[in-house]
Nanobody
Framework: QVQLVESGGGLVQAGGSLRLSCVASGSISSINAMGWYRQAPGKQHDLVATITSGGSTNYADSVKGRFTISRDNAKNTVYLQMNSLKPEDTAVYYC??????????????WGQGTQVTVSA
């Protein structure tokens, strides 16, 4: 069984920063891409950023230049550094991983989500 656990969300004023973390644990053989997604109230689930095992990154246009995704492969952890936060960044942020279990099954688990609220 594989589990993703996010942390680091909270309440911050506009212009502030937060750092999210997501740790993957369990029966993992390898992790390919990891990523962050978000869902604001009444809106769809949107991509924020992804990172491959080799470090290639991809960002939504709305966060380019403000957010930075990184990962520590040895710790099976992905981070999202969020700077210059805006009220429109308010959402529940979810971690996702594309991985292979020790049973050689390809899995794409999700974390439980962490709330980020940016006040004006």
């Amino acid at each position: 069984q594989v589990q993703l656990v996010e942390s680091g969300g909270g309440l911050v004023q506009a212009g502030g920063s937060l750092r999210l973390s997501c740790v993957a644990s369990g029966s993992i053989s390898s992790i390919n891409a990891m990523g962050w997604y978000r869902q604001a109230p009444g809106k769809q689930h949107d991509l924020v950023a992804t990172i491959t095992s080799g470090g290639s990154t991809n960002y939504a246009d709305s966060v380019k230049g403000r957010f930075t995704i990184s990962r520590d492969n040895a710790k099976n952890t992905v981070y999202l550094q969020m700077n210059s936060l805006k009220p429109e960044d308010t959402a529940v942020y979810y971690c996702n991983a594309d991985l292979v279990s020790r049973g050689y099954r390809r899995l794409r688990p999700w974390g439980q989500g962490t709330q980020v609220t940016v006040s004006a």
